[in-house]
């Protein structure tokens, strides 16, 4: 346990409050086209350490006590096979599938839609982050319970650069305001559904749901989360994430 879920837990025990109940929307509907070739396996079905991609997301957050049902967003071609890979797991929480859409928004919607009334807050998270840990998940989900809206993200640790429409460097940006956001992006249901209105209603395209919110004019806390919360996009960060999970077991 982290430091700030233990002083989150000691926290909340002294103002007798009861934990905000909090639904995981898990992601797996792409079609990993910057990963597969042609005709193979989307990224989620592939096999890391012995378990499918997307089982290691759904396993961190059954495992996460802050976190009281999930819903697995997945491809209407998948739909059966994930389902059939499910009963092979023994999970402490509620999980309901859904179908996912043609867009990572259109899924999160339908992720949305699908969790129960009786939620206070949603934690939508990419099953392509299968680095994912407990630790990690607690402390955005606690941060997000003090603040409304919490995400997941890392300090850039690069230089970064301005650049021109020609290519050349215009400017260096100050790095010590930057940081990479990362999912889980958990946020109160509420203020959530009434973004994914107005990003609808607007026609608004958003790279990531903490956009949706700050559309809204809502802050969004960032928690960093380190390094190794990587999106596997690539065949490179396949590797990567295999080398990170092996040490992890070592
Ligand atoms: N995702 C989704 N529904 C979509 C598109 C993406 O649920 N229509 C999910 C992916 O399964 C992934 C996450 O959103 O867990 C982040 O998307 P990305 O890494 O871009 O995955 P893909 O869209 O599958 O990959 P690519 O963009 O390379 O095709
Ligand atoms: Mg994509």
Same mark, same amino acid.
């Given at each position: 346990?982290?430091?700030?879920?233990?002083?989150?837990?000691?926290?909340?025990?002294?103002?007798?409050?009861?934990?905000?109940?909090? &639904?995981?929307?898990?992601? #797996? !509907?792409?079609? /990993? %086209?910057?990963?597969? $070739?042609?005709?193979?396996?989307?990224?989620?079905?592939?096999?890391?350490?012995?378990?499918?991609?997307?089982?290691?997301?759904?396993?961190?957050?059954?495992?996460?006590?802050?976190?009281?049902?999930?819903?697995?967003?997945?491809?209407?071609?998948?739909?059966?096979?994930?389902?059939?890979?499910?009963?092979?797991?023994?999970?402490?929480?509620?999980?309901?599938?859904?179908?996912?859409?043609?867009?990572?928004?259109?899924?999160?919607?339908?992720?949305?839609?699908?969790?129960?009334?009786?939620?206070?807050?949603?934690?939508?998270?990419?099953?392509?982050?299968?680095?994912?840990?407990?630790?990690?998940?607690?402390?955005?989900?606690?941060? &997000?319970?003090?603040?409304? #809206? !919490?995400?997941? /993200? %890392?300090?850039?640790? $690069?230089?970064?650069?301005?650049?021109?429409?020609?290519?050349?460097?215009?400017?260096?940006?100050?790095?010590?305001?930057?940081?990479?956001?990362?999912?889980?992006?958990?946020?109160?249901?509420?203020?959530?559904?009434?973004?994914?209105?107005?990003?609808?209603?607007?026609?608004?395209?958003?790279?990531?749901?903490?956009?949706?919110?700050?559309?809204?004019?809502?802050?969004?806390?960032?928690?960093?989360?380190?390094?190794?919360?990587?999106?596997?996009?690539?065949?490179?960060?396949?590797?990567?994430?295999?080398?990170?999970?092996?040490?992890?077991?070592?």
């Amino acid at each position: 346990m982290s430091f700030t879920e233990k002083a989150n837990r000691v926290l909340r025990f002294l103002s007798g409050h009861r934990r905000p109940k909090t &639904a995981a929307v898990i992601l #797996a !509907a792409g079609l /990993g %086209t910057r990963l597969k $070739d042609p005709g193979s396996r989307t990224k989620q079905l592939l096999t890391l350490e012995g378990k499918p991609l997307f089982m290691h997301s759904v396993l961190a957050f059954d495992a996460s006590p802050y976190i009281d049902e999930m819903v697995l967003v997945v491809r209407k071609e998948e739909f059966r096979e994930i389902r059939r890979t499910l009963k092979g797991y023994k999970l402490k929480k509620p999980l309901r599938l859904t179908v996912g859409g043609d867009t990572r928004q259109a899924s999160a919607r339908r992720g949305l839609d699908a969790i129960s009334d009786k939620m206070e807050y949603i934690a939508v998270h990419d099953a392509a982050r299968c680095l994912i840990t407990p630790a990690m998940i607690a402390d955005v989900v606690t941060a &997000a319970h003090a603040s409304r #809206a !919490a995400s997941a /993200g %890392t300090p850039v640790t $690069d230089t970064v650069k301005q650049i021109s429409k020609d290519g050349y460097v215009e400017k260096t940006i100050d790095r010590s305001t930057l940081y990479r956001a990362q999912t889980p992006q958990v946020f109160e249901c509420k203020l959530y559904r009434a973004a994914t209105y107005v990003a609808l209603e607007k026609k608004q395209a958003v790279t990531d749901d903490n956009m949706l919110v700050e559309l809204l004019g809502q802050t969004v806390k960032m928690v960093d989360c380190g390094s190794e919360n990587i999106k596997v996009t690539t065949k490179e960060d396949l590797a990567l994430a295999r080398i990170i999970l092996r040490a992890r077991t070592n």
